[in-house]
């Protein structure tokens, strides 16, 4: 194989001018049965990736509403390797949609880079996100993933100057992934038209596509970032289902799938982006 | 004698430029904080070298901490074990009653040179909170101090002293409610108020350039001690022993003689109930390396990388990590990395109160417990340095309960 699903994936959409809608729930939540069927389920509502949070002890960069989902995962002991299973499971069923992981680093560290990044990658891994490993880190990481085909996906966030934008696209692949506020997963409201002007600032250093996330909460943020950006990712919106019918899990596929359902049709009709374009 | 013990320490410059000790430390937070840390390093490096800076530091060290503190010759206690002499480096006799204040007022004042007017800080026994309130209230400085909802429960006195220098402090209910716990949740804060807010990190953890930063604060503890010794015996001390939490007074006292090679170096962690329990708080006797609060280091982690829960008999050493200077001390082989029960330094904690009048503080008492079973494997004309961190007053409520009495 050459290169992960993530490109083609993109080309496509661009081709198309669709904004890319990205779920993130955590594996494993609330407990370990629910994450394969939920995959398909969100696909099936309109998600075009899929980030599945791999659960941490100590997620720093999480508000309360995604440390909690960590918390109900770790409940079952789910690990790393538990969610490369969760991937090769869906894989059986669904070999187009583009599925990224995103946790911390010390899961990754402790199964060794090389192991995971064969791992993942033969189970049908596409991208890593790690939250806590800044470029200048990922030296050695970056060579690894990129020859086992997973796009190591970076952040930009609101305090990134111009200097590291630069060198944040240089070494991103897959795409990159703007942190639309200072503070944690879940956390207030975003400003759009300072989202809309760090898009400028970061496409003048870069092609590769932008996924907006942190801060979108409905329908509405969801096109209006929609709007500037190429895609944009749900997390928090979604995990508070998980947490609200924590113990209905019965109930979660149907509540998540409303609230991508409704994010999906508010993007495909934000006339907006067309005439920004 | 492997390779990396020829590791050359006359030349010792270490972190490098990118905050790392060989392959420890480094930086590994969100991308938010990037920017945040790149201003802190070049404050710091600047105002390191700033007059007016040092001088005013100086100034507070003195006038305000206490400093220097002194070097006191534990005579009776070292006649009664029959070997070495010990020597207390006497943090405890600082204002607030231990070391974190020398870190706490640097780090404060770089704020204050930085246009920074609000601090943040974490806290386990709510010591380094209480220095944090402290400074806080010493330049009129707002204060949060983020605490586990456990601790809380567990060190009213420290958390209505903080209250009472009008710190407002947080209980934390996430994870295991304890201090690394606080410690992810003042990191959530900064990231929500980076511009506006300085975070002061309690010890030699988190990313670069806090270990050498904090380091940088701590060492006055070593440099005096160096003075002292000379002035008092002559002759610079044969061994150095301190308690090891995350690592900040244990790294003040050894960054100072690290290039003396003749002098030997003990770091003395948390065996809790004993290493073999696993109930313990030892990542360097008994952890792997791995990722936590910004760095490369040894952990308490389980298989799949998950942090676990620390036991000590004293809350400022029950933390999972440690200071990544410390990681590449042990893997050099230029300090030995051992640990004590709780009931060994619960004896040692008796033993200085009775024999010397000191009631030491739990952590501080993990480095005597240490101390005495050494000074009697050494020779009477050889000297033992102990760093003293703290006194114990905070600690009589534990150790009563843990003794079955009620006060
Ligand atoms: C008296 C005393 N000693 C030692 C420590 C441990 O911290 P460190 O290892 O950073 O010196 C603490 C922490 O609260 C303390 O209060």
């Known amino acids: ?277 | 004698m492997n390779q990396k013990s020829a590791f050359d320490y006359s030349q010792y410059n270490l972190p490098d430029t990118s905050g790392h000790f060989g392959p420890y430390g480094g930086r590994f937070v969100s991308e938010t904080l990037m920017a945040a840390l790149e201003e802190l390093r070049e404050a710091y490096e600047h105002y390191l070298k700033d007059p007016a800076f040092l001088k005013e530091l100086d100034d507070t060290l003195a006038n305000y901490v206490g400093r220097p503190s002194p070097l006191y010759h534990a005579e009776r206690w070292s006649r009664e074990l029959g070997g070495a002499q010990i020597y207390l480096k006497r943090e405890d006799l600082n204002h607030t009653g231990a070391h974190k204040i020398n870190n706490t007022v640097g780090q404060a004042m770089l704020a204050r040179y930085m246009g920074k007017k609000r601090i943040i800080a974490e806290t386990g026994a709510g010591q380094h909170g209480v220095a944090s309130a402290t400074v806080a209230a010493r330049f009129g400085m707002e204060c949060v101090v983020y605490m586990g909802a456990e601790d809380i429960q567990r060190q009213a006195s420290n958390v209505f002293r903080m209250k009472l220098l009008g710190a407002k402090v947080v209980p934390v209910t996430s994870g295991s409610k304890t201090l690394k716990d606080a410690l992810n949740e003042a990191m959530r804060d900064w990231v929500t108020n980076v511009d506006n807010t300085f975070y002061i990190i309690g010890t030699v953890a988190g990313p670069h350039p806090y270990p050498a930063m904090v380091r940088d604060f701590q060492a006055v503890i070593g440099r005096e001690a160096k003075e002292q010794c000379m002035a008092q015996t002559g002759k610079l001390p044969d061994a150095l022993v301190a308690c090891v939490g995350g690592g900040s007074n244990a790294i003040g006292l050894f960054y100072p003689f690290l290039a003396d090679k003749d002098v030997a170096i003990y770091g003395v962690e948390a065996a809790g109930s004993g290493i073999e329990t696993g109930k313990h708080a030892a990542p360097l006797c008994a952890g792997e390396p791995g990722v936590l609060h910004g760095n490369r280091t040894y952990l308490m982690e389980d298989k799949d990388g998950q942090i676990i829960e620390t036991h000590s008999i004293s809350a400022g050493l029950d933390y999972p990590g440690v200071g990544p200077e410390h990681a590449w001390l042990k893997d050099t082989e230029r300090a030995s990395y051992v640990a004590v029960t709780d009931d060994e330094a619960l004896d040692a904690f008796h033993a200085l109160t009775l024999i010397e009048g000191i009631i030491p503080a739990l952590e501080s008492s993990h480095a005597l417990a240490y101390a005495k079973k050494l000074a009697p494997t050494m020779k009477k004309d050889q000297v033992i340095v102990v760093n003293l961190s703290g006194r114990g007053d905070k600690d009589i409520h534990t150790v009563a309960a843990r003794e079955g009495i009620t006060l």
């Open chain 1, 1 to 277: 194989m050459a290169g992960s699903r993530l490109k083609p994936c993109f080309d496509n959409l661009r081709a198309q001018q669709r904004t890319a809608l990205i779920p993130f729930i955590t594996a494993g939540d609330p407990k370990p049965e629910v994450t394969v069927p939920m995959m398909h389920a969100m696909v099936e509502a309109g998600a075009d990736v899929i980030e599945l949070g791999v659960p941490f002890s100590d997620p720093m960069a999480d508000g309360p509403v995604i440390q909690k989902a960590s918390e109900r995962a770790l409940a079952y002991h789910t690990s790393l390797r538990d969610v490369i299973g969760m991937v090769k499971e869906f894989r059986k069923q669904n070999e187009q949609t583009p599925v990224v992981l995103m946790g911390y680093l010390n899961p990754v560290e402790i199964m060794g880079y090389e192991k995971f990044a064969q791992e993942a990658s033969a189970a049908g891994v596409d991208g890593v996100l790690t939250v806590d490993l800044p470029p200048e880190e990922a030296e050695d990481v970056m060579d690894i993933f990129s020859s086992n085909n997973l796009d190591p996906i970076f952040l930009i966030a609101p305090t990134t100057t111009d200097d590291r934008i630069k060198k944040v696209c240089s070494v991103a692949s897959g795409f990159v992934y703007y942190v639309s506020l200072k503070g944690v997963t879940g956390a207030a409201n975003l400003d759009i038209q300072g989202v809309a002007d760090k898009m400028k600032q970061i496409r003048a250093h870069t092609d590769i596509p932008i996924g907006v996330g942190f801060g979108i909460k409905d329908a509405e943020t969801a096109a209006s970032v929609g709007s500037v950006s190429d895609a944009v990712v749900v997390g928090s919106a979604l995990v508070n289902k998980f947490e609200e019918f924590a113990d209905k899990p019965d109930n979660i596929q149907k509540e998540v799938v409303a609230v991508l359902s409704s994010m999906r049709s508010a993007l495909d009709s934000g006339m907006e982006k067309a005439a920004s374009k």
